[in-house]
């Protein structure tokens, strides 16, 4: 409505705000039509798209962004990051042991501007180290730091011994007081937890049913979290109005996980024939995460001594990753982009998920409009009027060269630019 309204006054009175801004785009993928459009010109005011008209056209008094050599797409939305990544490879575990969390979070802040700059204005950020994503979330918020729009789990919530158990394959006496903050054991404590992450900040909820990869002592395939403590969280998360993510490796985790109505299942290893047809006839999205699960394939051959022994195995054990999700696709299952890093080098997944069998146009869709679907917000990943002013631009087409999204030139998030010419632009800050 207020996308229309703002149209019709254009219509009648082009004479332009102070703040309007139009953007000429040579080609245009809207996250709607699959396929490209030609010429367009997008008129913003403020944070907001107001219209998009065929060919270039120029309000008097507009600034005009020259984006008419390039393909203007919506930002990226990555349904799977952590921002507050110390990743547990190499010196993981001294990191583990020596980063407190105001140090996690002021290294995250890297994280937050290469991930923005990359072309991603929009994260899922799926279990912060300390609940640290929260913290980051509302300073980007309040323009203190550079990052993108972030949708946040806080600490996922899992059993004693599982995934996200930190102090899991240390010695007994070797624990930080941070810890146990995601662990949770028995239906209501997972309740009671889900909870006290919403009271904290969350906007999402992050469950652990299976084991995990990179964490120790725990197998993937293993379902770890009862069925009666997935559907605690569950009931408590969509109570509060949340959507939730399980991570699942092993098929009995994932197929009970979907059974209960988990939102999305991430990484998926384990999934078979049957747990794909689960996820289409219940609607659930899957995010393959390819890129890490690489990532930890070519470690685990190449350099096994910067992982621990026991992630050694169990990547070598999983393989390179690929075929789950061409399996997942050619069944149907609804699909979001997803890398499980937050580093900065996110855009990678997009080539893998490729390689693997998708169509680029449904890379693309994945990681704009699946991605929003996903998270459950219709003010992300469309170039609709109405919504936010979230928009990169590559030189070429990334609907015949999908690497394309590796070499994003141009970044506005919420109307401001943060990035031209494929270089970065200074943002005024705010002092808090
Ligand atoms: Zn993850």
Same mark, same amino acid.
């Given at each position: 409505m207020m996308g229309s309204g703002l149209a019709l006054a254009w219509a009648i009175a082009p004479a332009a705000m102070a703040k309007d801004v139009v953007i000429h785009a040579g080609h245009l993928f809207d996250g709607e039509k699959?396929?490209?459009?030609?010429?367009?010109?997008?008129?913003?005011?403020?944070?907001?798209?107001?219209?998009?008209?065929?060919?270039?056209?120029?309000?008097?008094?507009?600034?005009?962004?020259?984006?008419?050599?390039?393909?203007?797409?919506?930002?990226?939305?990555?349904?799977?990051?952590?921002?507050?990544?110390?990743?547990?490879? %190499?010196?993981? $575990?001294?990191? =583990?042991?020596?980063?407190?969390?105001?140090?996690?979070? *002021? +290294?995250?802040t890297v994280n937050t501007r290469a991930i923005l700059e990359s072309g991603v204005t929009t994260v899922r950020d799926l279990g912060g180290l300390y609940g640290g994503d929260i913290a980051l979330k509302v300073a980007i918020e309040r323009n203190e730091i550079v990052g993108p729009r972030m949708w946040v789990? %806080?600490?996922? $919530?899992?059993? =004693?011994?599982?995934?996200?158990?930190?102090?899991?394959? *240390? +010695?007994?006496?070797?624990?930080r007081p941070e810890f146990g903050a995601g662990l949770a054991d028995g239906p209501d404590a997972v309740t009671a937890l889900a909870r006290k992450e919403h009271k904290l900040g969350a906007t999402v909820i992050k469950i652990m049913p299976s084991g995990g990869v990179v964490s120790m002592g725990d197998d993937p395939k293993a379902q770890l979290m009862t069925n009666d403590e997935i559907k605690a969280a569950v009931d408590a998360a969509h109570a509060l109005g949340l959507k939730i993510a399980a991570h699942g490796h092993g098929k009995a985790a994932i197929d009970n996980a979907v059974r209960l109505g988990v939102d999305s299942i991430e990484h998926g290893t384990y999934a078979d024939a049957e747990s794909w047809a689960?996820?289409?006839?219940?609607?659930?999205?899957?995010?393959?995460?390819?890129?890490?699960?690489?990532?930890?394939?070519?470690?685990?051959?190449?350099?096994?001594?910067?992982?621990?022994?026991?992630?050694?195995?169990?990547v070598l054990a999983m393989g390179s990753g690929a075929q789950k999700l061409t399996n997942a696709y050619k069944a149907g299952v609804r699909i979001a982009f997803g890398s499980d890093t937050g580093l900065g080098e996110n855009v990678q997944e997009a080539a893998l998920m490729v390689k693997?069998?998708?169509?680029?146009?449904?890379?693309?869709?994945?990681?704009?409009?699946?991605?929003?679907?996903?998270i459950g917000s219709d003010e992300i990943g469309k170039l609709l009027p109405g919504r936010y002013a979230d928009i990169v631009a590559v030189a070429g087409d990334p609907l015949t060269d999908i690497s394309q999204l590796e070499r994003i030139d141009f970044v506005m998030k919420g109307g401001v630019t943060y990035k031209r010419d494929g270089m970065a632009v200074p943002v005024k800050l705010v002092n808090p």
């Open positions: 699959r396929s490209l459009q030609g010429a367009s010109s997008i008129l913003i005011r403020d944070d907001r798209i107001v219209s998009i008209e065929p060919g270039f056209v120029t309000p008097a008094g507009a600034e005009i962004i020259d984006l008419s050599k390039e393909t203007v797409l919506p930002g990226l939305i990555d349904s799977h990051t952590h921002v507050t990544s110390l990743p547990r490879t %190499g010196n993981g $575990i001294a990191k =583990t042991m020596t980063y407190s969390p105001l140090d996690a979070v *002021l +290294a995250s789990a %806080g600490e996922a $919530i899992g059993p =004693t011994g599982g995934h996200n158990d930190w102090s899991h394959g *240390l +010695a007994a006496d070797v624990t689960l996820m289409k006839a219940h609607g659930t999205y899957f995010i393959p995460t390819l890129l890490t699960t690489q990532r930890l394939y070519e470690a685990a051959s190449t350099r096994p001594e910067t992982l621990n022994p026991s992630t050694v195995k169990k693997a069998g998708m169509s680029t146009v449904d890379v693309l869709m994945a990681a704009t409009a699946n991605g929003a679907d996903l």
